[in-house]
């Protein structure tokens, strides 16, 4: 029975959708960190280069890092794949519901299109800045990456400029509604403060998507 | 609020059989009062269908005073007409006027086939409640009220999760076909008491994996089920499930050879 009980966990409607939440909260994280680093952007040019550099220096580590930021990501998404299109199967085949108005909310009824819009927008990212164009500079006789001149080049662009900040509206929405229900679907509602763990999301939402909106249009500013 | 009768245009779901292809169909119906119940308006409909010979629409009722749970009509889109704590057969004509156009269709989910008309098979909650929504231990006659002092707060919390009538507007009323707020109320309910906490852990484990074997969909927190439900149960049960069948997943044991003796 013990054995059963944990394999219907992570089988179970109940057991998939606390694993997103986890992994949800997980990425929440990475995005504060990605944010505190890429605010070096504003202190100067030499300290985001500084802190990449370090990053870059850290090896094994790093990659163990990455490995398991892509195995959250996969998780997250996957198990979001799978749960989706199991609710469409449930949905039934006639849509004309219409909401109450009390329930669900613009943030609720596109996450699907958030979380899909946020791939895309991941694997451009991470080719157009991580796998983008390679420059160096020498600081303090050390030779290292050039980050800082891929991003201002990046963002010299419009179009750049603003599917960045289209995503990062994306990002706002997904987080807006996801936080909270993370905290729903671990058990963790409770009357009172329930309604502040709502706008400790919508907070987050708003200061972690903001921020990376910002530094693109200060990025933009700057290149052009 | 007018004491005037009323006419009304209605487009009902009409569908012969569980295979039968359904189509929305368009109906007049004179001298609606507005004291009468929905339900009762739709009697006088099928009262007109009966003299002109025609079969009349099945829909689903029993008590008629919002406790039993029976009925089930989709009412303009919403389950149960979506007014607030409130069930089909409670809601009144009052709250529409003359010349109005209504479209009823049946509650709408995979795990609730349509039987005919506007009658839906929710043998799928009976399932998940055979699963678990019990105390198996023998109780003998009603104890004195007073036997086993509950909390107030406690008793308070598990009366809300209780109300539950087991309707199905939560999964109808869920994007996607969920039954969480139904099983939720009822773990929720029998886990905050003495006499159902003793058997909380298997409750849990088994209702839930009897509710994802049939045709519901899983939790994404819209909301809308508490939006809906005739009887204002909170979303703080469907917490309460998680963690409770969270709890169970990675801590229940049965020990194999319990009891012990010669």
């Given amino acids: ?224 | 609020m007018s004491s005037q009768n009323m006419s009304l245009n209605l487009k009902i779901w009409r569908q012969k059989g569980p295979k039968a292809e359904g189509k929305l169909v368009d109906y007049r119906v004179d001298n609606v009062s507005p004291d009468m119940s929905f339900l009762e308006m739709i009697d006088v409909l099928n009262e007109q269908l009966v003299r002109k010979g025609e079969d009349t629409i099945a829909f689903d009722h029993d008590c008629r005073e919002g406790i039993c749970g029976m009925c089930s009509m989709t009412i303009d889109g919403k389950a149960h007409g979506g007014f607030k704590n409130t069930t089909t057969c409670q809601v009144h004509m009052r709250l529409y006027k003359n010349g109005d156009t209504i479209v009823i269709e049946p509650f709408r989910a995979m795990a609730f086939p349509i039987v005919k008309d506007l009658t839906v098979d929710r043998g799928a909650i009976d399932k998940v409640m055979i699963a678990g929504g019990y105390i198996s231990a023998n109780t003998g006659n009603a104890p004195d009220a007073n036997a086993m002092l509950i909390p107030k707060p406690i008793a308070d919390e598990a009366m809300d999760a209780a109300a539950c009538i087991g309707c199905g507007a939560c999964v109808a009323s869920c994007p996607n076909g969920s039954g969480m707020l139904f099983m939720g109320a009822k773990i929720s309910q029998l886990a905050l008491l003495p006499q159902g906490k003793a058997e909380a852990p298997k409750r849990a484990l088994n209702m839930v994996q009897v509710h994802d074997s049939l045709n519901f969909g899983n939790c994404t927190t819209h909301a809308e089920c508490e939006a809906t439900c005739p009887k204002g149960i909170s979303i703080e049960h469907i917490a309460r499930m998680n963690r409770e069948y969270m709890k169970a997943a990675f801590t229940y044991y049965e020990k194999k050879n319990a009891g012990g003796g010669v």
């Fill in chain 1, 1 to 224: 029975m013990v054995t059963s009980a944990v394999n219907h966990y992570f089988r179970s409607s109940i057991g998939r959708k606390q694993l997103v939440a986890v992994t949800g909260l997980l990425l929440c994280g990475f995005l504060v960190s990605h944010l505190t680093g890429n605010l070096l952007l504003l202190v100067s040019s030499d300290a985001f280069n500084l802190y990449a550099h370090k990053l870059a220096s850290l090896g094994g580590v790093l990659y163990l890092i990455e490995g398991v930021l892509t195995f959250i990501f996969l998780l997250h998404m996957g198990l979001a794949i799978k749960l989706t299109s199991e609710n469409i199967q449930s949905r039934g085949k006639y849509e004309m519901k219409k909401k109450t108005g009390r329930g669900t909310t613009f943030m609720s009824q596109t996450m699907p299109f958030t979380g899909l819009m946020l791939l895309v927008f991941l694997i451009l990212h991470l080719k157009s800045l991580k796998f983008g164009t390679m420059y160096e500079v020498t600081i303090d006789g050390i030779v290292m990456r050039d980050l800082t001149r891929t991003t201002i080049e990046y963002f010299a662009s419009v179009g750049n400029t603003v599917w960045y900040v289209v995503a990062m509206v994306a990002a706002a929405l997904h987080t807006a509604h996801g936080f909270s229900s993370a905290f729903q679907s671990l058990g963790w509602n409770h009357p009172k403060y329930y309604r502040n763990v709502k706008y400790l999301g919508y907070l987050y939402a708003v200061t972690i998507a903001g921020g990376f909106a910002f530094l693109s249009v200060w990025c933009h500013m700057k290149g052009a």
